[in-house]
């Protein structure tokens, strides 16, 4: 059965995590009241969710599901099956777009490059049907919208369905908040060489659209660390932004949706970015390598093992006024030797307050091999005691 500590380390295991309890003393952070129909905001580092409102709703993305078009061209650009400086051939369905656009024709070949940022910095329509068709396992646009639902499953977002390649109104195409940050987060740490292309903030595309020429997220001029990702708007969707900023060692990405106007969504944008920051603060839990607890070993060579992280662990928490944090180590014992180091063992388990329940794994310290027959008589006879003494209740 899975419990939390052995009874004759009891001791021991509770100076550790009174240890813990004060390091982690935190407060309670207060929730931010978004106007969005529905939003999600996480920290990277630690993926703590700090705010979840309708979060797996599936809703009228518009542009911002055009991340989704970005993703697939990316890998494609990866796997060589289009490079930068291709140019494809624009169809009449792609210029047929209309709204945000770069103004393509059929006369025109387009590098892949300025497709590229033509989708992140003009939002253009007709860019992304151009890349679609030529991504397309049939060469239409719906084939390509089939397999970006697909591949989306594969990425986990369960929530999301795609009928086209840019977000166009239709009653089909659906995403959540959730499926967004999902994205988004993938996109940053996938394709880290592309992720700057997401922070210019102008792109002139052969001088034929003066009046779209700006980068629509209002993040980006300011000093807050903005730099992406993507804003969306339709009269369905209302006004929506899929946003990242980074200060110091922590990255914060949002989605908010279902705004009433520009600037309602420039003000809630900025103010969850400021609120994300200076609401929570990173604390280290642990180091790489330093025992955290000290596992019962069976039938090894050594009676106990060191539970240590693998990497240091790190916590978001509330950073304001007093709290506590409950912690408990949990692993399902005795372990038995043979025991390599590094092979997880156990789990560290987190309740901050007011913020979801991290678990965070536990690895062997070191190389547990199995003992002679003496090692193993005394243990047994050790856990024969434990039994006489604590009951079943005791027992790992």
């Known amino acids: 059965m899975t419990t939390c500590f052995t009874s004759t380390s009891a001791t021991a295991c509770m100076g550790v995590l009174t240890g813990l309890w004060l390091v982690l003393s935190a407060p309670t952070a207060q929730a931010f009241d978004t106007k969005a129909r529905a939003a999600y905001v996480m920290d990277q580092g630690t993926d703590t969710v700090l705010l979840d409102k309708n979060a797996n709703t599936p809703l009228p993305p518009a542009s911002m599901s055009k991340l989704m078009t970005l993703y697939v061209a990316f890998e494609a650009v990866r796997d060589g099956r289009l490079t930068m400086d291709e140019e494809l051939p624009v169809s009449a369905h792609a210029m047929s777009y209309r709204g945000s656009t770069m103004f393509l024709d059929t006369t025109d070949r387009v590098r892949v490059e300025d497709l590229l940022r033509g989708i992140i910095v003009l939002s253009g329509n007709d860019a992304c049907a151009v890349i679609a068709e030529a991504l397309s396992p049939d060469g239409t646009e719906a084939g390509f919208a089939r397999y970006m639902t697909r591949r989306a499953r594969e990425m986990g977002m369960t929530d999301s369905t795609f009928t086209n390649s840019n977000g166009w109104p239709d009653p089909n195409h659906r995403m959540s908040v959730r499926d967004l940050a999902i994205l988004a987060d993938r996109l940053i740490e996938d394709f880290p060489e592309f992720y700057p292309l997401f922070s210019e903030k102008e792109f002139t595309f052969d001088g034929r659209a003066p009046s779209n020429v700006n980068n629509r997220n209002p993040l980006l001029a300011l000093d807050i660390g903005a730099d992406g990702l993507k804003t969306g708007h339709t009269e369905e969707a209302g006004y929506g932004l899929v946003g990242s900023a980074k200060q110091g060692d922590r990255r914060v990405i949002f989605v908010l ?9 420039a003000e809630e944008s900025e103010a969850v970015v400021n609120w994300s920051f200076r609401q929570f603060i990173k604390k280290t839990l642990a180091r790489q390598g330093q025992p955290v607890e000290q596992a019962e070993v069976w039938m090894g060579d050594s009676p106990t093992v060191g539970l240590v992280p693998a ?7 509330p950073a304001l006024s007093d709290g506590v944090v409950n912690a408990e180590v949990v692993y399902t014992g005795p372990v038995t030797a043979p025991i390599v180091a590094g092979e ?15 678990r965070l794994p536990l690895v062997a310290q070191n190389d547990v091999g199995t003992g002679g027959f003496p090692v193993k008589i005394v243990t047994a ?13 005791g027992e790992l």
């Open 257 to 265: 949706s279902g705004l009433n106007s520009t600037r309602e969504r």
């Open 311 to 317: 990497q240091d662990l790190e916590i978001l928490l």
């Open 344 to 358: 997880q063992l156990a789990e560290l388990v987190l309740q901050p307050e007011d913020l979801p329940e991290m």
């Open 381 to 393: 006879a050790r856990i024969l005691v434990s039994r006489v003494l604590n009951g079943p209740e």
